[in-house]
């Protein structure tokens, strides 16, 4: 049988070189020689050197910051994971190895992470808040201290072997305190499972048979525990360093139990009273953005009886949506920024009369901040409508890789920011307001006969996609601008 003329698998090139001539020699007698060699050095060294700076550099290019969106406590291991392109679950698995092998001081590490590294889109770290903490400090101090003078006690009976796995944990102790103290509210509960029993007892709404069923299998496995340490070590050595350790614990319980309960307490107290206050506010941003700007309207077209009963009647159809469905006023059935940037000049256009130009550029699916951005752009868009008596307004929305840009400009007539009366909520709770209670930032930069031009920036959530697209949106004809008298401002 006559042989095939080609091999039917080609022999492997190294980067597609041509082969070498069989028994040639470049680099003395001890070069490995075979099909489609080339034994450079530099060739070996500039491969595998690339393949590990790309595996190095699979992360998302931003610098190292905490991720709050998959977080198991203070999205430390999440935000190493997206630094560098590795699975979070991958990250925590090493972090649990390191504290293992390290004796359990890879624990205050961690907590240290916490305190000195922002989360995504902040740059603000909980230790920059804790240095001025002055009470803070002093409780961290003070319990770590504590924490150090109950092991050394416990250890001067052991040879030092509890303090080995004890002393990382005071600096744990001290960190956590501080974490606690100063973290906002969405990492405090992450730390809520640590004190969920003391904050049950504290607010009183643990059943007695669920908190005597903890108190039974606590106490069963303290038994367990010490039966099982006795066997090992002996009764006579080991039981003088347990009766001290028990004391001691007792002593600290005695002392300091009340006072953590009291805490607890208060911080159930002051969470449920932040979570009213700004449950308070985001309704009062709502009402004004519907139910006094349509009143609004009502004033300025009390002559056109049909306007009126419009008017009256959208109103009516908003309110009973909000109470009965959970849509906001004023939202509508979008799902990206350049749709809600749209819809925000149509109904502009089509209540107040008066053009709107639009420009976006990328765009973005909505979430619940991102809805936020936009309500605050409704009321800026609306303000100028009614009060600025420009011709024509124009809005910009930008999406970029990290945060959405919506800017609002008008040449009207303008005003003096620090001249607005308390009472008006409009700029100060529909526009501020409403951008920090979601994490975004609003500027209102305006002159007397300079015009306005309101400025918001919200941080995009990590895992949201662009579309890349551009609209530039001119206004169609709209009809002549209603005259707007000064009097009656909402802002």
């Not at 095939?4 to 001539?21: C, I, L, T």
């Not at 603000?124 to 002055?134: C, G, Q, V």
Request: hydrophobic share 45%; charged share 20%; glycine share 10%.
């Amino acid at each position: 049988m006559q042989e095939p003329s080609e091999q039917p698998w080609p022999p492997f090139r190294f980067q597609d070189r041509p082969e070498q001539p069989a028994g040639e020699h470049r680099h003395g007698p001890h070069s490995w020689q075979g099909p489609g060699y080339r034994d450079d050095a530099h060739e070996w060294a500039s491969h595998w050197g690339n393949r590990a700076r790309r595996w190095w550099g699979r992360g998302d290019g931003e610098p190292l910051r905490r991720n709050p969106e998959d977080r198991l406590a203070g999205g430390l291991a999440a935000g190493l994971a997206a630094w560098r392109g590795f699975s979070p679950n991958t990250v925590r698995i090493v972090l649990a190895v390191l504290a293992f092998v390290s004796s359990g001081w890879a624990v205050p590490f961690y907590f240290l992470g916490w305190l000195l590294i922002p989360v995504r889109g902040q740059e603000t770290t909980i230790a920059s808040k804790a240095r001025h903490d002055s009470a803070g400090v002093a409780l961290a101090l003070a319990l770590g201290s504590l924490l150090g003078a109950f092991l050394f006690l416990a250890g001067a009976f052991n040879d030092g072997a509890i303090g080995v796995y004890g002393w990382p944990q005071v600096f744990s102790l001290a960190f956590l305190t501080l974490i606690w103290r100063n973290a906002p509210d969405d990492e405090r509960a992450a730390l809520s499972h640590l004190v969920q029993p003391l904050e049950s007892l504290g607010s009183g709404t643990a059943s007695r048979r669920g908190t005597r069923l903890r108190l039974l299998g606590s106490a069963v496995l303290l038994a367990v525990g010490l039966g099982w340490l006795l066997s090992l070590h002996g009764g006579t050595q080991l039981l003088a360093p347990l009766s001290g350790f028990l004391l001691v614990a007792a002593g600290i319980v005695l002392l300091f139990g009340p006072w953590w309960l009291r805490i607890a307490r208060d911080l159930v107290f002051e969470r449920q009273a932040r979570a009213r206050a700004e449950e308070r506010a985001d309704i009062a941003a709502r009402v004004h953005d519907s139910v006094l700007q349509t009143l609004a309207l009502i004033q300025r077209r009390a002559e056109d009886p049909q306007a009126v009963v419009q008017l009256a009647r959208a109103q009516e159809r908003e309110l009973r949506s909000w109470l009965f469905e959970g849509r906001a006023p004023g939202d509508a059935d979008v799902s990206s920024v350049a749709e809600g940037v749209r819809q925000i000049q149509r109904d502009v256009e089509a209540l107040h009369g008066v053009p709107v130009e639009i420009v976006t550029v990328g765009d973005c699916p909505l979430d619940e901040h991102l809805n936020a951005l936009l309500g605050a752009a409704r009321e800026a868009t609306v303000n100028a409508a009614k009060w600025s008596g420009a011709a024509v307004i124009s809005v910009f929305a930008e999406v970029e890789p990290d945060k959405v840009n919506v800017a609002v400009r008008d040449r009207g007539k303008g005003f003096d920011p620090d001249a607005v009366p308390g009472d008006r909520k409009g700029v100060a709770e529909s526009i501020r307001g409403r951008m920090s209670r979601h994490g975004g930032d609003a500027t209102v930069q305006s002159a007397p006969g300079e015009g306005t031009k309101v400025t918001l920036t919200m941080p995009r959530q990590p895992g949201s996609r662009d579309s890349g697209t551009a609209d530039f949106g001119a206004a169609p004809a709209a009809p002549a601008a209603q005259p707007r008298p000064a009097e009656g401002k909402l802002r």
